[in-house]
């Protein structure tokens, strides 16, 4: 079983990143909200990948009827934990294949999470999905960064992260170039030990989007750099991107 097969278990990330998520992701989602609720427009929405509710708990706070697709009962436990949680209805399961029932006026995946999805099959599976329960005038929205391989050079990076007296921790990448995947190891050292946080993507490039979109029977109607609409451009280091039903 490769690393790729490990991590890209759905359950994989919460093992991982659940205990100290909301520590670490400092992530103001305000702006995603401002953009995402107008295009709700008070219907049904759904968060595939809802983690711990950074987006959607916000989003329901403005009276947006949001519930959630999600990987890890771990992450989702943390959402349900908290004010406002236990009305977010979460169904555990794959994102890829979106396993809902109904439409929704709006799906939306953020914070680069379609390239959890490790395998470029799974990630066009995903858009086919999405078009089966996107309403006809619906939306999906989808947040990512755009790649530069040429942060790798020959495959491999390592980052140093920080240091201070308790502790160091350094972050090493070994990408497959051909793949367009990598798996990372943040590693932390600290008096007591070293500690390990995997994780992987297949990163994708926006016009590969855009196709995977298009065989799904979606079409790409909005890009901007960022969620408070910045033109898209050429040097432009992330997306929002809005699809909708042909
Ligand atoms: C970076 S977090 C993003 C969480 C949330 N959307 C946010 O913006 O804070 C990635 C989330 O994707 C979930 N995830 C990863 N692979 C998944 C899959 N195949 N199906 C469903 N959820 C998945 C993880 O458990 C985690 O909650």
């Known amino acids: 079983m490769s690393s790729y097969d490990v991590i890209g278990d759905p359950a994989f990330f919460g093992k991982v990143w659940a205990e100290d ?36 708990l916000p989003l329901a706070a403005r009276g947006v009827p ?5 990987g890890s009962e771990l992450m989702a436990a943390k959402l349900a934990a908290k004010p406002g949680g236990a009305n977010v209805p979460v169904t555990i399961g794959d994102m890829a294949d979106v396993p809902v029932t ?18 470029a099959r799974r990630q066009a599976d995903c ?8 309403e006809p005038d619906g ?11 040429s942060q790798f050079p020959g495959g491999k990076r390592v980052q140093a992260l920080w240091a201070d007296v308790e502790s160091a921790a350094i972050e090493v990448y070994d990408v497959d170039l051909a793949a367009q995947r990598f798996v990372s190891q943040k590693i932390i050292f600290t008096a007591d030990g070293i500690r390990l946080k995997p994780h992987a993507q297949r990163y994708t490039y926006p016009g590969e989007l855009d196709l995977m979109a298009e065989r799904a ?17 050429g040097a432009s280091k992330g997306h929002i991107s809005v699809y909708r039903p042909m």
């Not at 103001?28 to 008070?42: E, I, Q, R, S």
């Open 21 to 56: 998520y909301d520590d670490g992701t400092e992530l103001d989602p305000t702006p995603a909200v401002d953009f995402l609720a107008p295009m709700a427009g008070g219907r049904r929405t759904l968060e595939l990948a809802i983690g711990t509710g950074r987006v959607a």
């Open 66 to 70: 949001v519930e959630g697709v999600e």
């Open 102 to 119: 109904g439409r929704f006026a709006l799906v939306y995946l953020v914070f680069n999470t379609i390239f959890n999805l490790v395998d």
């Open 217 to 233: 029977g979606l079409h790409l109607t909005e890009r901007h750099e960022s969620w408070t609409r910045r033109p898209f451009t």
């Open 139 to 149: 939306a999906f929205v989808i947040e990512t960064y755009v790649p530069d391989p």
């Open 127 to 134: 858009f086919a999905n999405v078009a089966r329960v996107l």
